[in-house]
């Protein structure tokens, strides 16, 4: 039986906030957009076209999916980020809209102490990104800066693969190096030396992780997990990464909801000396931590 897009919204709009998911009239216009291929302002402008038997059916089976607390991003198969669409992949994190404040904070840091790179499109700089996950810090750095070249390190091969797949999607896979292992471990001194160093590493205590919400529970934990204190990897960074950069040079992390400065204070009693900046998010958070080294 055929139903308009507009009782087929209103339906799933309904089923979705039975089941507890947040924001569930957008999440119905969007998993629909997703199956008709057509923007959101084409279910209003079409509320009144009828909806067949098949992309109802199919509708149903993307709904249950979402009941379930499956992140939308892996229904969709895709996050925007940096203005961009980024494949994405169970077993993979998914790209939050915080971590554009890191890319945006070191490309502004790159503006300000290397001006003859961004007006010669990034010439001659080399960036690391620490636990790359889907690529989305590493792809967006090469695509804004045309002319740099970009080392992204992730421990899991399949997150590996996902990054060169948006790599050459977003067409910037030619100037990406990338490595499968933990952080620092495969590059050597001798060998690599990065303008900046930058890294959204997991931050979130373990004693904190049951009260993530359940679409979160769907993600890698282990990409979540920062330790006892959520410091772990703050740590293990500290202590590998200021041998790799050069001079001027940046340590950029993002951190979570009131961890700044404790942040600051480890990389401060690790030896990292120089000036620090933190920036906040749009919510007022202190987001990002900047060392200069």
Known sequence: MAITIRQALEEASSFLRSRGVPSARLEAELLLSFLLKRDRAYLYAH?????????????AGLLERRAARVPLAYITGYKEFMGFPFKVQEGVLIPRPET??????????VEERYP??????????????????????????AHYLPRSRVTAVDRDENA?????????????????????????????????????????PPYVESRQLHLLPPEVHKEPLSAL?????????YRQIFK????????PGLLAVETGAGM??????LGRGGGLAGSVTVKKDYAGIDRVVMFEL
């Open 47 to 59: 509320s009144d076209e009828k909806l067949p038997a098949e992309l109802r059916e199919a509708y």
């Open 225 to 233: 997990d920062g330790g006892a204190d959520g410091l772990d990897a």
């Open 160 to 200: 590996v693969r996902l990054a060169a797949e948006n790599a050459r999607q977003i067409g910037v896979f030619e100037r990406l190096d990338l490595h499968c292992g933990s952080y620092c471990s495969m590059l050597s001194p001798q060998g690599h030396r990065f303008q900046a160093v930058l890294s959204n």
């Open 100 to 109: 554009e404040h890191l890319v945006e904070a070191v490309l502004e840091w």
């Open 116 to 141: 003859y790179a961004a007006h010669e499109e990034g010439a001659g700089l080399n960036f690391l990104d620490l636990g790359t996950g889907g690529g989305c810090i590493a792809v967006s750095l």
């Open 240 to 247: 590998e990464a200021p041998a790799l950069i050069a001079s």
């Open 260 to 265: 700044a400065g404790k942040v600051v204070s």
